[in-house]
């Protein structure tokens, strides 16, 4: 296994930082010699079998042109479940990770009613429904494809989520009129401006209709949510946002001239504004 890892970290090295290269490698181990991480650890005397190093390299020259390792492998973790994801959705970051777990931290006590805006893989609503006793959710998305990825991790995780294709900047016929506790979205929001400075794994194979929005309106998603939100909120229920850092007072006015309270921006474990949260009077 040494000498695979060798390999790894020397085919790697001139495009992937080191700390990566070891996630990585951990990642490309764990699938398909099907050992844990603890395992791994214990056994790396041992031969990698030559059917296995095969595989191994070609995930190699997949990763050389820039793929995602997720991608490769088919599936990530996000809060302590597995999800499958291909290039139809969105790979579930960090900072939504921490969008998920305040969530729980608010709501452990509650029966929340919750819609996922953006759902992509649904990572969001599975997560919630998991992790708070009694609740339902609903997640909605502009793409089938994402749907179909959705209602396959939604079995996978064994929860109820019901999923439907809707057009946030065009959803008159999904409104239900004061159903939630929860609405909560991580909508596109990285601006076109911003695609020179992203890495190409995100620019060649993520999708670009769940990232990006015009340089001229790049609140054009939080509008149409805050109106959706105060919609489909009950009186006193709450949004949930993931933001781009650099909007994030713009995007508060938004929520307080919409008619939200109780506004905090909270930021993530970089120190970057990245969450919203606002009350529906």
């Known amino acids: 296994m040494q000498v695979t890892r060798k390999l790894i970290f020397e085919q790697l090295s001139p495009i992937y930082p080191m700390q990566e290269i070891e996630s990585i490698s951990m990642l490309i181990f764990e699938k398909v010699l099907g050992l844990s991480r603890i395992q791994i650890r214990l056994n790396q005397n041992e031969t990698v079998s030559a059917a296995n190093l095969t595989q191994i390299k070609e995930i190699i020259s997949r990763l050389i042109q820039f793929e995602p390792i997720q991608y490769i492998l088919g599936e990530t973790e996000f809060y302590g479940c597995t999800f499958k ?3 139809s959705v969105l790979i ?6 921490e969008l998920a777990d305040w969530i ?5 006590h509650l029966n929340p009613a919750i819609l996922d805006i953006g759902t992509g893989s649904g990572c969001i609503p599975i997560s919630l429904v998991k992790n708070l006793p ?3 959710a609903d997640g909605w998305d ?3 494809y994402a749907l179909l990825i959705a209602e396959e991790n939604a079995l996978k995780n064994k929860v109820k989520v019901s999923f439907q294709c809707v057009d946030i900047l065009n959803p008159v016929a999904a409104r239900h009129h004061e159903k ?3 609405v909560v979205s991580n909508p596109p929001y990285i601006t076109i401006s911003e695609k020179a400075l992203m890495h190409k794994n995100v620019i060649q194979f993520e999708p670009h209709l769940a990232l990006f929005v015009p340089d001229s309106d790049p609140l054009v998603f939080y509008r149409e949510i805050a109106d959706l939100a105060v919609t489909e909120l009950k009186p006193g229920g709450h949004l949930y946002l993931e933001i781009n850092e650099q909007f994030g007072n713009e995007t508060l006015e938004l929520l307080r001239i919409k008619g939200f309270n109780h506004l905090i921006l909270k930021k993530d474990i970089n ?4 969450m919203i949260k606002g009350a529906k009077p």
Request: avoid cysteine; aromatic fraction near 4%.
């Open 134 to 136: 009694g609740a339902s």
């Open 104 to 108: 729980v931290r608010d709501n452990k």
């Open 142 to 144: 502009i793409s089938p």
């Open 92 to 97: 579930p970051r960090q900072e939504t990770e």
């Open 271 to 274: 120190g970057k504004n990245r």
């Open 180 to 182: 939630y506790d929860i």
């Open 85 to 87: 994801v291909d290039p």
